[in-house]
T-cell receptor, first 111, second 116 residues
Framework: LAKTTQPISMDSYEGQEVNITCSHN???????ITWYQQFPSQGPRFIIQ???TKVTNEVASLFIPADRKSSTLSLPRVSLSDTAVYYC????????????FGGGTRVLVKP | GAVVSQHPSWVICKSGTSVKIECRSL??????MFWYRQFPKQSLMLMAT?????????EQGVEKDKFLINHASLTLSTLTVTSAHPEDSSFYIC????????????FGPGTRLTVL
């Protein structure tokens, strides 16, 4: 499974857009990219998943360049409740969808 | 989305006793369930992968005789921490995925284990 690297922490302010970039240089052809959000003492919550180009849902957008060696999670207009740890993961159905969590990015949204 | 529950949400036990944690997929059939452990301020660490009806596959460094995993049905997996010690105190989280649910893993709310 491809290893992921993302910033340890990021600060932002309410109403701003937060972009978190994750690098996964060793991503394989059939691997997919998933982002999870985790609050303290809770299980991770699925945010978005993609394979290439751009994916958008009601909470976030995921941008994946053509070489797929990185991806960027974009959170529009964050609020205080978006303060959490965000994990970027690379998974493979061939590997049984096993996920290896990296350190994650601790996002702090300030008023 | 699909819902995964865990029971209990927290447990306190004495050193040397065994504790069982249940993970249930409430509205879908989970062909695969995963068990993670998370220490404070750290990331999740995968302990084992469990497929319904077969033996669990443990990650390197995880003692299979200490962390017993049973996945007897498509909606239930259990993790038993045998002869628990204070160093086993942690946050245990399960997740589930099913063939009909693409690649997504659905996580449970976690179980806080404290061993005295």
């Amino acid at each position: 499974l491809a290893k992921t690297t993302q910033p340890i922490s990021m600060d932002s302010y309410e109403g701003q857009e937060v972009n978190i970039t994750c690098s996964h240089n060793n991503i394989a052809t059939n691997d997919y990219i998933t982002w999870y959000q985790q609050f303290p003492s809770q299980g991770p919550r699925f945010i978005i998943q993609g394979y290439k180009t751009k994916v958008t849902n009601e909470v976030a957008s995921l941008f994946i360049p053509a070489d797929r060696k990185s991806s960027t999670l974009s959170l529009p207009r964050v609020s205080l409740s978006d303060t959490a740890v965000y994990y970027c993961l690379v998974g493979s159905k061939a590997a049984g969808n096993k996920l290896t969590f990296g350190g994650g990015t601790r996002v702090l949204v300030k008023p | 989305g699909a819902v995964v529950s865990q029971h209990p949400s927290w447990v306190i036990c004495k050193s040397g006793t065994s504790v069982k944690i249940e993970c249930r997929s409430l509205d879908f059939q989970a062909t695969t369930m995963f068990w993670y452990r998370q220490f404070p301020k750290q990331s999740l660490m995968l302990m084992a992968t469990s497929n319904e009806g077969s033996k669990a596959t443990y990650e390197q460094g995880v003692e299979k005789d200490k962390f017993l995993i049973n996945h007897a049905s498509l909606t239930l997996s259990t993790l038993t921490v045998t002869s628990a010690h204070p160093e086993d105190s942690s946050f245990y989280i399960c997740s589930a995925s099913g063939t009909a649910l693409s690649h997504e893993q659905f996580f449970g709310p976690g179980t806080r284990l404290t061993v005295l």
